[in-house]
Nanobody, 120 residues
Framework: QVELVESGGGLVQAGGSLTLSCAAS????????MGWYRQAPGKQREMVAVISSNGGTDYTDSVKGRFTISRDNAKKTVALEMNSLRPEDTAVYYC??????????????WGQGTQVTVSS
């Protein structure tokens, strides 16, 4: 099995910063795309940032220039550095990874989510 564990969420004032981390564990052969998604109350889950295995990145427009996604392939981790946070960034943040397990096909896995609350 594959388990993703997120950390780093919390309460921060507008304009502040937080860094989220997500670590994968289990019988992992390879991790392709890693990403962060978020879901605010009453809204659909949306992509925040993704990073490919070769380091290519993509961000939703609202976070460009404020958030930075990075990965450490050796440690099987992905991080999201969030700066200049706004109240509208308040949401539960989830990491997602595209993983090939030893002896199995490639599938997507989600973390349990971590709450980020930005006060005005």
């Amino acid at each position: 099995q594959v388990e993703l564990v997120e950390s780093g969420g919390g309460l921060v004032q507008a304009g502040g910063s937080l860094t989220l981390s997500c670590a994968a564990s289990g019988s992992i052969l390879r991790i392709y795309v890693m990403g962060w998604y978020r879901q605010a109350p009453g809204k659909q889950r949306e992509m925040v940032a993704v990073i490919s295995s070769n380091g290519g990145t993509d961000y939703t427009d609202s976070v460009k220039g404020r958030f930075t996604i990075s990965r450490d392939n050796a440690k099987k981790t992905v991080a999201l550095e969030m700066n200049s946070l706004r109240p509208e960034d308040t949401a539960v943040y989830y990491c997602k990874m595209q993983v090939t397990r030893l002896g199995y096909s490639t599938n997507y896995y989600w973390g349990q989510g971590t709450q980020v609350t930005v006060s005005s």
